[in-house]
């Protein structure tokens, strides 16, 4: 268990409406991301970050953006939710072994529906 | 443009019949190659990390291994509850980035 949480787990919002997803983390980790997950395109990333206050995008970030203000908080913001962003999101952290790549591990996931 | 590749899209067994899922991928700078379990409804689960091209890792009935051009994921006498999607993903550049995944192979097994 990579002590990971992420809420709302089920959302169902209306176009244009903002929505914010959390992401939290009890291992204080350096490197958090965000991806959504949807049919035929497997996982893409959104936006991820590198410290408290440092972010960068992903594929997929138009009509996204993300704060990261604590270590253990990752925040994704849609600002007017639309019907192409219904997806499974998905918050990981990496952690990295002595010499290894980092390894992600991922947080069960939250799924947002926009009417 | 860095690419993973995941065949088959599915694959139905029997029970303790073997078979391998294939992962292939062209990218530049590969930083580590990774393997996951998802079940519905949930987050991937971490498998296996290979670094390098001749590496094995094993757990349980799965064996993963790693070439120069793709990863296979063996499975060994499967059983129903080993059904699940599972994803390959490489890392590349820095340290830190972000994974770069397949479309997952959806594996069904019957008893």
């Known amino acids: 268990d990579a002590g990971i949480t992420q809420s709302p787990r089920h959302k169902v919002t209306e176009t244009g409406t903002p929505v914010t997803l959390r992401c939290h983390q009890t291992?204080?980790?350096?490197?958090m991301y965000w991806y959504r997950q949807d049919p035929g395109h497997g996982l893409r990333l959104i936006h991820y970050?590198?410290?408290?206050?440092?972010?960068d995008k992903g594929e997929v970030s138009d009509g996204y953006s993300v704060s990261r203000s604590k270590t253990e908080d990752f925040l994704l913001t849609l600002e007017s939710a639309t019907s192409s962003q219904t997806s499974v999101y998905f918050c990981?952290?990496?952690?990295?072994?002595?010499?290894?790549?980092?390894?992600?591990?991922f947080g069960p996931g939250t799924r947002l529906t926009v009417l | 443009e860095d690419q993973v590749t995941q065949s088959p899209e599915a694959l139905r067994l029997q029970e303790g019949e073997s078979s391998s899922l294939n992962c292939s991928y062209t990218?530049?700078?590969?930083?580590?190659l990774f393997w996951y379990r998802q079940d519905p409804g949930k987050g991937p689960e971490f498998l296996f990390t290979?670094?390098?091209a001749g590496e094995e890792k094993e757990k349980e009935r799965l064996k993963a291994t790693l070439t120069k051009k793709e990863s296979f994921l063996h499975i060994t006498a499967p059983k129903p509850e080993d059904s699940a999607t599972y994803l390959c993903?490489?890392?590349?550049?820095?340290?830190?980035?972000?994974?770069?995944f397949g479309k997952g192979t959806t594996l069904s097994v019957s008893s």
């Open positions: 291992e204080n980790h350096r490197y």
């Open positions: 290979l670094y390098s």
């Open positions: 993903a490489v890392q590349v550049g820095q340290a830190g980035t972000a994974l770069i």
């Open positions: 970050s590198y410290g408290v206050k440092d972010t």
């Open positions: 990218v530049s700078g590969l930083r580590g």
């Open positions: 990981a952290i990496s952690s990295r072994l002595a010499g290894g790549p980092y390894e992600q591990f």
